[in-house]
């Protein structure tokens, strides 16, 4: 079968698939969700785990999709994920295929995942204080967090890689202390500058600790050296530590875009095509899916829902407008 690219007007490709399982989530990290929770989509209207294969196997067997990250809400809610992660392994040619999770639950789970041919899990944590984890996610769990990390590296789901968001007031000060603590433990550390995708629409640009803070932070502990490595598709600008081999990485999507190289395409648990995160548009496959559609039809629609893709998230511009879903329901 021939590949059939999934190019925008802008010429970026898109190979890189975020798959959002489910919207649902067991924490409440104030960024990305209100304290009572959303009013989630109704069961029916979330893909079942074949919906979800038959779009990926499309993805992957026409345009050329290599890349597949699981995420949510919260993947680890969906009891399926090991299955779905074996039938997406066994498509040819295989995709790369992750896992973004916020770890409750991966200390059962992670010897499942690697068996199922799970190549890499991203585990989301801003601080190892416990009362600063409560406060940010809600939740008194860091220490489930913990053991889900020492699970995952046991189980050789390696390099494990950890995501920190730092909040003005809360951990800002705390950038040199997880990444000592995640070196300590052989953890790949990458700070990520808060978006506009929370759902009280509460960010302003003059609260987010931007990359630069964190950097310069970073560095009155650990001395920092660029590794020389073209940054290309992957968003993380990448430090040595102390001269190496461990990194840490700063993506700096709000200072420092990187739409020019954008590589990714989402897929929500209810079916609909984003093509950028801060897209405000979206393009129904469930419908055409549920009502019959080849591989073919769902791969042209697919295809023409990349076309309205734009230049770059425009978050500077004064016309900027959030988009209406949070994070959680997008995928992140
Ligand atoms: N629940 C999983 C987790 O937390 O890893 C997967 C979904 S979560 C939406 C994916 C990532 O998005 C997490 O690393 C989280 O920190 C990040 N995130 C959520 N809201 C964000 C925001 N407003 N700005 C930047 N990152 C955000
Ligand atoms: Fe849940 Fe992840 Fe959002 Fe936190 S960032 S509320 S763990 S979906």
Redo the contacts with the bound molecule.
């Keep these: 079968m021939s590949i059939q690219p999934l190019v925008d007007r802008h010429g970026r490709i898109a190979s890189d698939l975020r798959v959002s399982l489910t919207d649902r989530?067991n924490?409440r990290?104030s960024?990305?969700m209100p304290a009572e929770g959303l009013d989630w989509m109704p069961h029916e209207g979330v893909l079942t785990d074949d919906e979800v294969v038959r779009l990926i196997t499309v993805g992957v067997e026409r345009l050329g999709i290599t890349e597949v990250r699981f995420?949510?809400?919260?993947?680890l809610l969906r009891r399926g994920l090991p299955d779905l992660v074996r039938r997406t392994k066994s498509l040819v040619p295989a995709p790369d295929v992750s896992i973004?999770?916020?770890a409750l639950g991966l200390e059962r789970i992670a010897p499942a995942l690697k068996a199922a041919g799970l190549d890499r899990v991203?585990?989301?944590l801003?601080s190892v204080r416990a009362a600063d984890f409560a406060r940010i996610t809600r939740r008194d769990r860091l220490a489930d967090v913990i053991a889900g990390l020492a699970a995952a590296h046991e189980a050789g789901l390696r390099p494990v890689k950890v995501?920190a968001?730092l909040l003005r007031g809360i951990n800002d000060e705390q950038a040199p202390e997880l990444l000592g603590w995640c070196l300590e433990r052989g953890y790949q550390l990458r700070f990520?500058?808060?978006?506009?995708?929370?759902p009280q629409h509460g960010?302003t640009r003059t609260e987010m600790v931007t990359a630069e803070e964190i950097l310069s932070s970073l560095e009155s502990a650990f001395t920092l050296t660029p590794t020389g490595v073209a940054r290309g598709s992957a968003p993380a600008e990448e430090f040595l530590v102390d001269g190496g081999p461990a990194t840490v990485g700063v993506i700096a999507?709000v200072t420092r875009p990187f739409c020019g190289d954008c590589d990714r395409v989402r897929l929500t648990a209810d079916g609909q095509v984003r093509d950028c995160l801060f897209a405000s548009a979206e393009s129904d496959l469930r419908t055409p899916l549920r009502a019959g559609a080849t591989d073919a039809e769902l791969a042209d629609l697919w295809a023409a829902a990349m076309l309205g893709k734009r230049a770059g998230h425009g978050i500077d511009d004064p016309a900027f407008l959030q988009p209406a879903r949070p994070?959680?329901a997008i995928?992140?």
């Design positions: 989530c924490l990290c960024y990305c995420t949510g809400g919260e993947p973004t999770t916020n991203n585990v989301s801003d995501n968001v990520i500058e808060q978006m506009p995708l929370d960010w999507s994070m959680s995928g992140g």
